[in-house]
């Protein structure tokens, strides 16, 4: 059984996330708001690469751990909610 919100899937179409990758790589700041977004950001744009100069931040440690896992060290709050991020 599927519920919505609970099962995660890539777009069907990823043309669209592609244009705007490739206007992030200039970005100053990311943010990764789960494992599966890393996940997802890199099965659709496997040769990101994200500008040294920016700071990149993960809403917690798995998704810190994730973005490791491309060679992106991220900065992760305590609290993994939107408020440890702030």
């Known amino acids: 059984m599927s ?3 609970l099962a995660l899937r890539a777009p069907t179409d990823p043309r669209h996330v592609l244009v705007a990758l ?3 790589r200039v970005a100053d ?4 708001t789960s494992p599966a977004a890393v996940r ?3 099965a659709v ?3 990101l690469r994200i500008a040294q100069r920016a700071r990149v931040f ?3 440690a798995g998704t810190r751990a994730a973005l490791a ?3 992106v ?6 609290r993994s909610d939107s408020e440890g991020l702030l």
């Not at 060290?73 to 305590?78: G, L, M, R």
């Open 3 to 5: 519920l919505p919100g």
């Open 22 to 24: 490739r206007g992030a």
């Open 29 to 32: 700041a990311w943010l990764f």
């Open 40 to 42: 997802f950001a890199y």
């Open 45 to 47: 744009a496997p040769a």
């Open 58 to 60: 993960a809403i917690g």
């Open 69 to 71: 896992r491309h060679g």
């Open 73 to 78: 060290a991220a900065i992760a709050p305590e």
